[in-house]
């Protein structure tokens, strides 16, 4: 063995080389004529401890295993819709988030002089400073979550180039154009405008007496107090003369940018239940600052000064998502409700044989065309296209008491309020069904009471601290002065509420159309169980039996049990149809997204 050890031989035959410390020669190729032998009719099935060259054997065999072994269309849907635990997509999911916009400010104006070989000192030509990037929003289909812009948490519009000798004027700052799922409702939380906030000091000022002004004036500066840019070429004396007020021009107004006027009123509250065609303006960018040929003057002929552009709006907003998907799947853990939304559309979300696999919402989406424009299931209103997808939200497991916040409770129930429709997701095969559906309404039902209550409660809470008059209460936001912004300049800005924004109004969960879905119909002795909860549905249609939630003007103009197996994929295009159906019947009805709520009935506008 010896006499191997120090060749390439171990690396090309490790199967001899194994135990070369124990074994001798002879036994080692006894051992390899064994190894050969038993290849020979033993190709897929390894001895206890396989040695490196079978094993490498064996992943090629399976490497280059024929073509006619790939899984079948109906195995790989089978195994799509009974996937193992750890198949699946990340799902990330956030309904409510704050955002900070910055609007850019402007650019500063610049000091310079004409200058050529003819004019060794010619007349002022600084450019002015280009405006600040405005910061505009829209609602677009096809988004489901916030997570995005909860991760940004800043977006700033850039800031306006400064001018530049010649008469250039500086560039404008970059815009940004958020975008938000449809069904977001963007309010205003605080804001910081510098431009109102020295309109309002000089409206102070100039109610003061004369003789007050000065010192009035010393004492409120704010982050204007120096909007004046000097000539980088002016000298130790003038720089003096012009800081000791004899030289000190009057300082400009404060400017807007004309685009301004398209902003939204303050404190903004947008609710973007459609999607938008063209972004809406959210905060217009600062004006830049001036040059120095609009201070030439007969008497001052060539002015070494200019202004620095306004400082940017700052805005910051609560985004909720009012609407999460047209349709919510609402069911007890376990029921089925992630292998049914994977059934019906592309969605990858977590399924597992116990409860509360499903921690986050997940949205899907059901594509009702064959992606060519020609429509699967016909719906659609007249005059409006067909309808070419919906979505669906498969929300985590209820349990009993819910409303209470018991098992993951009251963060699940806010996610069934915001779906257009409900479809109440029974399994068959687990108790009840009768039982089951009435114990998940009324979780639902005590829900919507907790959430009237809590309004009310909040409606009083406001007119307590009500004041009256202008005058401001104790928690009415008092200025401070808060840490410098990009250019050293001090920001005014507001603390921050203590209170939350009251809840959006939602409207209530007993008005929504809902259905019942009847799963895991494939297992045995499920019939019957079917039957009962079929005739327990007609007669809620019929007004025989009283509506589950106790409400006397809930929702029962079109109630179905549709019975399926999801994990065979079986019966899953009559949910398609029937939603399809339902959300036909509310637009036709003029109940959009916000369905009976009357403060929503127009896109794009302010609430209140
Ligand atoms: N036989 C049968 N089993 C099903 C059917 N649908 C789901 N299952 C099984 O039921 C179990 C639970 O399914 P999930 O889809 O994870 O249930 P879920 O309602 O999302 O559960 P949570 O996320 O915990 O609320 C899994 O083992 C599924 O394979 C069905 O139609 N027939
Ligand atoms: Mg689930």
Aim: aromatic fraction near 6%; glycine fraction near 10%.
């Amino acid at each position: 063995m010896a006499q191997y050890g120090s060749t390439v031989m171990p690396f090309l035959y490790p199967c001899l080389f194994r135990s070369s410390c124990r074994s001798t020669t002879s036994q080692s190729l006894q051992r390899l004529s064994t190894c050969a032998g038993r290849r020979s009719y033993q190709t897929s099935t390894f001895k206890s401890n396989p040695s490196l060259a079978e094993q490498n054997a064996h992943r090629k065999a399976v490497a280059y295993e024929p073509i006619g072994a790939a899984p079948t269309h109906n195995e790989a849907r089978k195994r799509r819709l009974d996937p193992t635990p750890d198949d699946y997509a990340r799902n990330i999911f956030v309904d409510k988030c704050l955002l900070t916009v910055h609007a850019g400010s402007g650019g500063n104006g610049c000091v310079s002089f004409h200058r050529d070989a003819v004019i060794q000192d010619g007349p002022p030509n600084g450019g002015d400073g280009g405006t600040g990037g405005n910061v505009w929003i829209q609602a677009v289909a096809g988004q489901t979550s916030l997570h995005k812009l909860a991760r940004r948490g800043t977006l700033k519009g850039g800031r306006g180039i400064s001018g530049q000798g010649k008469a250039q004027g500086g560039r404008k700052g970059e815009d940004i154009c958020i975008q938000v799922p449809v069904g977001t409702v963007v309010r205003e939380v605080w804001r910081s405008d510098p431009v109102a906030d020295e309109e309002e000091r000089l409206a102070d000022l100039r109610a003061l007496p004369p003789e007050e002004r000065d010192l009035a004036e010393q004492e409120s500066r704010g982050p204007r107090s120096n909007p004046w840019i000097l000539y980088p070429g002016a000298n130790h004396h003038e720089v003096r003369e012009f800081g000791a007020g004899e030289f000190t021009p009057k300082p400009p107004k404060p400017r807007r940018s004309p685009l301004s006027a398209l902003q939204p009123e303050s404190p903004i509250r947008l609710d973007l239940d459609k999607p938008m065609d063209q972004p809406m303006l959210l905060a217009a960018g600062a004006v830049g600052g001036m040059g120095n040929p609009h201070f030439a003057s007969k008497e001052l002929p060539k002015p070494k000064y200019a202004t620095k552009g306004e400082l940017g709006i700052r805005l910051k907003f609560e985004l909720e998502l009012k609407l999460l998907a047209d349709v919510g799947l609402v069911g007890l853990p376990n029921a089925g409700k992630s292998t049914l939304l994977r059934a019906i559309s592309n969605s990858r979300t977590r399924v597992g044989d116990w409860a509360f696999t499903t921690l986050e919402p997940s949205v899907g989406t059901v594509v009702l065309d064959d992606n060519q424009g020609r429509p699967l299931v016909k719906s659609g209103i007249e005059g409006q296209g067909p309808r070419t997808n919906f979505t669906v939200a498969d929300i985590p497991g209820l349990v009993e008491d819910a409303h209470l916040d018991k098992g993951l409770g009251l963060g699940f129930l806010r996610h069934v309020e915001r779906a257009r429709i409900l479809a109440f997701v029974v399994d068959l095969s687990n108790g009840d069904p009768v039982g089951t559906l009435r114990s998940l309404w009324k979780e639902v039902a005590e829900y919507e009471n907790l959430r009237n209550i809590e309004i009310s409660e909040q409606t009083q809470t406001r007119a307590v601290e009500w004041t009256g008059f202008g005058t401001s209460s104790s928690s009415s936001p008092q200025p401070t002065p808060d840490p410098f912004d990009e250019d050293g300049q001090q920001m005014l800005m507001y603390p921050e509420p203590t209170k939350q924004l009251e809840p959006i109004k939602l409207p209530p969960v007993s008005a929504k159309p809902w259905f019942v879905i009847a799963t895991k119909a494939d297992k045995e002795e499920t019939q019957d169980a079917f039957r009962s909860l079929q005739a327990y549905v007609a007669g809620v249609e019929s007004g025989s039996v009283p509506h589950p939630s106790g409400r006397q003007n809930a929702w029962k103009a079109r109630v179905a049990a549709i019975p399926v197996s999801a994990i065979n994929g079986q019966g899953t295009d009559r949910i398609a149809q029937w939603t399809a159906g339902l959300l036909d019947s509310m637009q036709g009805a003029g109940l959009s997204s916000a369905i009976a709520d009357p403060s929503a009935q127009r896109s794009r506008r302010t609430l209140e």
